[in-house]
Structures are given as structure tokens and as C-alpha cells.
């Protein structure tokens, strides 16, 4: 069969495909060159290298967040949007860079380790050599054991957690039985139930006792603290280690690291083999300035009834520090922002505003996108909604890694389902064909969906997002797929596009209760 035959089939069944997905209107045309200028002439690594490698860590508050901020907001301007400027969302806190970070087991022989501090953690105040002591911790009462017994000294706190070999590989992808399951769900359940009212329980009551030994161990004297949240091949994760707020207080230096490094201390220590170590941790802090902003930009709209009302999209652009937050969540900003150059460069003219939001303050709880919310649509502690609450359609949000998009969650409202499904249809051989009314949460769409907005974010393959980059240091521009991204960029251009030009908002589900009520 020759090649136009075959473009011709592959076109007719596109629109059998959009046929079957109910009568929402697809623009097949427009959807032809999304594809075009997303697949053929995507720009979305290019904007990653500038967001991981250029910009640096992107901690909240910090100089490497305030370098992203600027360049995205210059660049969105030169890529030709509108009122592009960053906005604050409210107070944040302390920011935080490290300068300098240096660790090494000394006796019984030396061998450099690897190992980050933990955000919001002083520096050592140059080089500190010290023993190493094993505290094993289960309960408030066992520190009384340790009281006059760790002055000068590093703390490494027991674990349980073992390098163990895994048989599975770090990356996957949803296979088509799974994307199935997810769209059958007849169910608005979580997609993360793993994290149960008992399990948030026993966490809470692990940082409780943590936060109490932490303040018994600077009581005492100690020099520092080494900790391990797990992670192999070279792996740990990081997080805070101390409050960022301005008022806080000084915690003790403290790094993290994965656990071969960590088991073969905490192993020495059990046997009764004395460790020495040494390390230089320098970090500063920045209080200048502790406000936080978002990213905002804008392709204005041009109908006459419509430009008033607004779609929007977005992604977290903070990150945490051990890495260039490169699948957490580069690769988002990098996509929602090729999405909008991708229609910037076709020229559409859209019914409504497209607007970008690029938040920060997302790891620390949401902070960015739920300061906005509360500015612009209504607090969901009361339910006082503003004027622009009638006006927004709908908010997309990407924030799972780097892996294509396969679908999309409903959060629930299960009206827009068959707009959804049929605004994927022209994405099948793409790969995206779930439309699943399960939820998902830990991210930024949760704070539109608080006051009765449609927030939506997609389903994408995991690759290796749980097992290798999720908040460690392996979070690099290396592990970004650009295929997936090129392909994510397309799929939400068209359907931020669609959501624009379509005559009505996409449904609402009924409005949430205040959540000083429940």
C-alpha cells in the first residue's frame, strides 16, 4: 500500500475514533498542527536545560528559584504571551542555599561518603572532626540513656531499612490492562490510598519523637546529625530538616544519605568498632525577601462574550535541593510552557485567556497555587467565593515525572468525561486513552478543586520516578524522557485549546463545604 492510502486510513480512523467519543466538537485541523509544530519543532528540552541546569536547585525561597522565576518569566514574554510578572501568594519564610558540603568516614580507615544537607540546616562553622555514636530510638524515654554521652559528637540514629537487591527494573509503564482498570473504576477513589488514617497517624507520631530527639541531641551538645529516609545505587532522598519560617529557630547540621553508606556506619557502630568522621557543611540564608511569587502569563482572549473567562494551566517550578528537580517538576513547567509556545507559534486566537501558572511553595505544602486560589476564587475554610470564580473553565496541572501522558483523572466529576475522552481520541495512537473518575492527590490542582473548580491532572507513565528521582539526588536532566515530553506538550495544548474555544466552561461538580464546618 502506497503512503497516501495509509495517511488516509490513519486519518479516517481518527475520526471514527472522535465519532465514538460522544459529539464534543474536536477541531481535527487544529489538532493536526498542534501536532506538527509539538512533535516536529519542540523546544520543551531546551526549556528544561534552562529550568535544571542553568537555574540549579529550585528550593522554595532560594536564589536558584529566583533565577528559574526570571528567566520563565522573560521567556514567556519573548515566546510572545501577555502580562507576564510574578505575583505574590503570601509570606514564605527563610530562604536557603547550600555553599559547601563535604562528608568522610575517618577510623576505621577513610572512605568519602555521599550525603546532602538537609534544607533549612546550618552550616558546621568549617571543619569538624568527631566520633560517631549510635542512638537507638523507639520511644521518649530511651534519650534519658544518652544524657551526658553525645557532646561533640555526630548522631546516626538506628535503622531498620536494609540495600536490599531488587529483580524488577527502576522503570515502567502503565501496560493497557492497567489503563483499563483505572477507567472502569466506578469509583472517585484515590489513585494514592496507600497513605491510610493509620499510616498518616504512625508518621505524624515518627516526626513527633524525631522533632523531640532532635532538640534533646542540640541540648546535649552534639556537632551534627546523619540520617537516612533510605534509597540505593547511589540514591537518597532529601527533604527539610529544620522550620524555614522567619521566627525559627537554629537547628544542628544534618545530612542525608542512602543506605549502603548509612548501613555500613550504623553495622560499625553495632559491633562496637569505633567511627570517626569528618565533615564541612557550609549553607546560607536569605531573609530579605521572604515572600513567595508564582509565574503568570497569559494568551489573551478575543471573543467578545468570552476573554473574560479564563482556562489554565500549570506546574510547581520549586524543587528540592539535592538535584536540579528535574522530574519533580521540570519536566512539568517545561511541558505546560511548550504547550502555550506550541500555540503561540500557530497563531490561535483563543475564545478565552489562557493563563499560566508556574507555582512555587508546592513541596512545603501547596503554598503557591493555594495563595492564588484564595486571591482570586475563594478560601475553602469559608466558601466566600470572588467574581473571577465564576470565570474560570478549568485548571490543568502536571506534576508526575517525566513519563508521556495516558490519561486523564476526573477528580470526581465524571460531567466531563465525555469531553475528556473525546478530546484524547486524536491522542489514541499517541498513547493517552484513559479517562478515569478516580482522583489524585499531591498537587496543585487539589487547591482549585477545594473551592469547586474543575482541577484536572493527567496520568502519566511512572518510568522511574518512585524508584530513582522523586526528591533524591538523582533528579537530573539525564532522566528526562523528551519523546514523553514532546508528546505531553502536544496532548495539553490541544486540550487547553479545545477548553477555549468550546462554547461553554467544562461542568462543575457541586460546591465543597467550608472546611471550617466539617
Known amino acids: 500500500m502506497t503512503r497516501k492510502p495509509l495517511l488516509l486510513l490513519a486519518f479516517l480512523l481518527q475520526v471514527a475514533i472522535v465519532a465514538k467519543a460522544q459529539q464534543e466538537p474536536v477541531n481535527l ?111 521518649e524515654e530511651d534519650l534519658q540513656q544518652y544524657k551526658g554521652k553525645l557532646a ?19 522503570a515502567k509503564r502503565y501496560t493497557e490492562e492497567e489503563l483499563d482498570k483505572m477507567a472502569m473504576s466506578p469509583e472517585a477513589t484515590s489513585s494514592s490510598s496507600s497513605w491510610t488514617p493509620e499510616r498518616i497517624a504512625q508518621y505524624r507520631a ?53 543506605l549502603e553508606d548509612y548501613g555500613r556506619l550504623v553495622r560499625l557502630l553495632k559491633a562496637d568498632k569505633p567511627v570517626e568522621l569528618e565533615m564541612e557543611t557550609k549553607t546560607n540564608f536569605f531573609t530579605n525577601d521572604m515572600k513567595g511569587y508564582n509565574v503568570i502569563a497569559e494568551i489573551p482572549g478575543t471573543d467578545k462574550k468570552l476573554k473574560d473567562e479564563v482556562v489554565m494551566l500549570g506546574g510547581h517550578i520549586d524543587s528540592w535541593h539535592a538535584a536540579t528537580g528535574a522530574t519533580d517538576n521540570a519536566a512539568g513547567v517545561a511541558v505546560m510552557m511548550e504547550a502555550v509556545r506550541i500555540l503561540q507559534a500557530m497563531g490561535i486566537k483563543p475564545k478565552r485567556t489562557i493563563r499560566i501558572a508556574l507555582w512555587s511553595g508546592e513541596e512545603q505544602g501547596l503554598y503557591g497555587s493555594r495563595g492564588y486560589v484564595k486571591e482570586h476564587f475563594g478560601d475553602p475554610a469559608t466558601m466566600a467565593l470572588t467574581k473571577e470564580h465564576e470565570k474560570l473553565s478549568a485548571y490543568y496541572n502536571l506534576d508526575n515525572g517525566t513519563g508521556k501522558i495516558r490519561g486523564v483523572y476526573l477528580q470526581g466529576n465524571d ?85 477555549a474555544m468550546r462554547d461553554k466552561k467544562l461542568p462543575r461538580k457541586p460546591l465543597p463545604k467550608p472546611k471550617q464546618a466539617s
Do not use: C
Open 29 to 139: 485541523d487544529v489538532v493536526h498542527r498542534i501536532k506538527q509544530e509539538g512533535l516536529k519543532n519542540s523546544q520543551v528540552m531546551e526549556t528544561a536545560f534552562y529550568l535544571t541546569d542553568v537555574s540549579g536547585p529550585r528550593l522554595s525561597g532560594s536564589p536558584g528559584l529566583n533565577r528559574a522565576n526570571e528567566w520563565a518569566k522573560k521567556q514567556l514574554t519573548e515566546w510572545g504571551l501577555q502580562n507576564a510578572h510574578l505575583e505574590e501568594w503570601g509570606e514564605f519564610g527563610k530562604g536557603w542555599e547550600v555553599e559547601k558540603s563535604y562528608i568522610a568516614m575517618t577510623a576505621p580507615y577513610y572512605q568519602q561518603l555521599i550525603a546532602t544537607p538537609k534544607a533549612w540546616t546550618p552550616g558546621t562553622s568549617g571543619l569538624i572532626k568527631a566520633k560517631a555514636v549510635l542512638v537507638q530510638l523507639e520511644k
Open 152 to 170: 561533640g559528637k555526630i548522631i546516626i540514629t538506628d535503622t531498620d531499612n536494609d540495600a536490599k537487591t531488587t529483580f524488577e527494573a527502576d
Open 206 to 258: 515518627r516526626m513527633a519523637l524525631r522533632n523531640k530527639a532532635v532538640d534533646f541531641f542540640k541540648a546535649e551538645g552534639a556537632a551534627a546529625i546523619l540520617s537516612s529516609r533510605g534509597g540505593m545505587h547511589g540514591t537518597h532522598y532529601t527533604s527539610n530538616g529544620a522550620p524555614y519560617a522567619k521566627d525559627a529557630q537554629p537547628a544542628l547540621p544534618e545530612l542525608e544519605m542512602g
Open 415 to 499: 460531567a466531563a468525561r465525555p469531553l475528556m475522552e473525546a478530546w484524547l481520541a486524536p491522542f489514541h495512537d499517541l498513547g493517552a486513552t484513559a479517562v478515569t473518575i478516580r482522583n489524585t492527590g499531591g498537587t496543585d490542582h487539589l487547591a482549585f478543586d477545594a473551592v469547586g473548580l474543575p482541577g484536572f491532572q493527567f496520568i502519566q507513565d511512572e518510568i522511574d520516578y518512585d524508584t530513582r528521582t522523586h526528591h533524591t539526588n538523582q533528579d537530573t536532566y539525564d532522566r528526562l524522557q523528551a519523546d514523553d515530553l514532546k508528546q505531553a506538550a502536544t496532548i495539553v495544548a490541544s486540550i487547553v485549546y479545545h477548553t
